[in-house]
């Protein structure tokens, strides 16, 4: 057990791939997407999970272990650190726009993997300073109202379609996009909206996070602006963009097809059958077990090291990376996932 924990330690290749592309130029600044989105998905291919799970004793020595945590925290300097070396970096006017481009796909990749992933395990924690982490991760893709549309309203309306992050059956992912982009930061201002009438606050008061938010994402890109000039802002944007992208992208492939029954006007308790489940071992470590997303809807408060397997689960033939790259070809998914629904449906 003293050394299960080192086994996440693979989530830092992510930075190193980053970093990698950022400080090199031409074909070289796109070796984190082929990497990540190449090669990763093309081995998994060929791997097999695990659906073993951890017994009582062993879930309580890996919450005990500060290593975990350390992994994930360190993240959080790791993320910033980057996006000011891309900063840097991506004001060199000797660069070509394919190297730019490469150079923003991998800062992309790192405020999607490391950013917004990282920032949704914190932003489950119980504690302000891992909910300030998570709230400062969000801040590098403008995408801070994640932190109140995930935990108060995709939880809480997940496989239904009253939630927008939960892909209809049929529904195209680039479809899927519009609609919860918008309706997530729509969700988000209504959430806080009716939180701050039952707490007898006005609406444009700095008691809504989600003014306060916007406030501290504007005055992000003004700083950038003012240090970098227009352009490098634009790259930031496309990046943060890209980002966030990739959190959509999850989102589309994680409850795809699956509904909660309704019986009257409540639904059925979110189970372990609501979520798409991989248990692929590369996807699962550089994502911090992600992929096991069918128990972390069923209990949104397990840590990331102690969520499980269950056998009711509907499964996906890969890890999340491939299942990704599958999303963005829509006939191929729908060929893939309606054989999978069905097949699940039937057992």
Request: proline fraction near 3%.
């Amino acid at each position: 057990m003293r050394f299960r924990s080192l086994k996440y330690f693979l989530v830092y290749m992510v930075p190193a791939v980053v970093i990698f592309s950022i400080s090199s130029s031409g074909f070289w600044t796109y070796t984190a997407l082929i990497l990540l989105f190449g090669i990763l998905p093309f081995l998994e291919l060929f791997t097999k999970g695990s659906i073993e799970n951890l017994n009582q004793e062993e879930e309580d020595a890996a919450l005990k272990n500060i290593i975990y945590d350390v992994i994930l925290y360190s993240l959080v300097p790791l993320q910033y650190f980057i996006v000011v070396y891309f900063l840097y970096n991506i004001s060199d006017d000797n660069l070509t726009i394919g190297s730019k481009i490469g150079m923003t796909i991998a800062l992309g990749l790192s405020c999607g993997i490391l950013g917004i992933n990282a920032a949704h395990e914190l932003g489950h924690r119980s504690t302000r300073y891992e909910q300030l982490m998570s709230k400062m991760l969000l801040l590098t893709s403008m995408y801070m109202h994640f932190f109140i549309e995930h935990n108060r309203g995709h939880h809480k309306n997940v496989s239904t379609d009253d939630d927008p992050a939960s892909a209809k059956y049929g529904e195209v992912i680039y479809a899927f996009y519009v609609r919860t982009i918008i309706g997530s930061w729509l969700s988000a201002w209504h959430l806080e909206k009716d939180r701050l009438k039952k707490s007898n606050h006005n609406v444009w008061s700095l008691h809504n996070d989600m003014l306060i938010f916007q406030i501290i994402q504007i005055t992000f890109l003004v700083v950038i602006f003012l240090l970098f000039g227009l352009s490098v802002l634009l790259w930031y944007v496309a990046a943060a963009s890209i980002g966030f992208m990739l959190l959509e992208t999850v989102n589309y492939i994680e409850h795809y097809g699956l509904r909660r029954k309704k019986n009257g006007n409540r639904y059925e308790r979110t189970m372990p059958i609501h979520s798409w489940n991989s248990n692929h071992p590369m996807g699962r470590l550089v994502l911090l077990e992600l992929s096991r997303h069918s128990d972390h809807h069923y209990l949104a408060s397990r840590k990331y090291q102690v969520l499980r397997h269950f056998d009711e689960s509907p499964q996906m033939p890969t890890g999340y990376p491939g299942m990704m790259v599958l999303a963005m070809l829509p006939p191929l998914w729908f060929r893939v996932m309606h054989k999978e629904i069905e097949k699940y449906q039937l057992g």
